[in-house]
């Protein structure tokens, strides 16, 4: 890109691998392009993988809209384990027996009683800011705090792999806020045992999904013209006291 030119705008999507921070992705990106205004729309934590919503110039000003959109993710829980964190990264607080006999038909009935709208209280590691300050600041102090519930609404939850005796996997439709860390506890107690998160893939965010993404591996080694040239245009925000639209 010339000096002067306008700078790109418009989103790119990314398959961020375990391991890796979303602001690495930033931080990547930005030693291939350069000095370009840009900004991720929901963080994924270093564990997860998956789609990664990336906006570059204009595109910054639509984060909201993204942020607000249904998600899929394909989730491994880990029965018999209970960590402080919600995954396995974290340190084991206590151990439970996996009830004997637990069945396809049962895990299933389970899940369809987790289906539509409901409360739920975000962990300790999470984003979310008590008093200004992200609770997982304060959960690695060994701090917890009150935390209010928050609506969310569950539209689909599929049992994908039923691997016991201490292992299952599934896929969740879900709305925004909903954090599968927790979802994996609930369904643990209802189970009648603890369960932590082992692998999480957020697969798609409202109509985008992760097949369509760029190999966040790869960033690294692209020149900053593949980077925009991969760029796609996205929602649309309203200009000017008219309140007409401009494309991003």
Not at 52 to 75: M, N, P
Not at 93 to 116: C, H, M, Q
């Amino acid at each position: 890109m010339s000096p002067g030119s306008p700078q790109p705008s418009g989103i790119l999507l990314v398959d961020k691998p375990s391991g890796p921070t979303s602001y690495d992705i930033l931080r990547w990106l930005k030693r291939v392009v350069g000095k370009q205004k840009m900004g991720h729309c929901g963080t994924l934590d270093p564990l997860a993988s998956g789609l990664l919503i990336v906006l570059f110039g204009k595109a910054t000003k639509t984060q909201d809209l993204y942020l607000k959109e249904r998600k899929t993710y394909v989730c491994r829980m880990k029965l018999g384990m209970k960590t402080n964190s919600g995954d396995c990264t974290g340190e084991i607080i206590e151990e439970k027996p996996v009830p004997s006999g637990i069945t396809r038909d049962a895990v299933e009935k389970i899940f369809f009683g987790f289906l539509g709208k409901r409360e739920q209280i975000p962990p300790m590691f999470s984003a979310v800011k008590k008093d200004g300050v992200p609770l997982y600041k304060l959960a690695r102090k060994g701090m917890t705090v009150e935390r209010k519930p928050r609506a969310i609404e569950i539209f689909s939850l599929d049992l994908a792999a039923f691997q016991l005796p201490d292992e299952l996997e599934f896929r969740v439709h879900c709305s925004h806020g909903t954090y599968v860390r927790t979802l994996v506890e609930d369904i643990g107690a209802q189970l009648g045992t603890v369960a932590t998160m082992k692998a999480l893939v957020r697969e798609s965010i409202g109509p985008f999904h992760v097949r369509e993404a760029l190999s966040g591996l790869k960033i690294k080694d692209m020149t900053p013209n593949e980077v925009f040239s991969a760029l796609r245009q996205g929602k649309t925000v309203s200009v000017g006291s008219i309140g007409g639209q401009e494309p991003i």
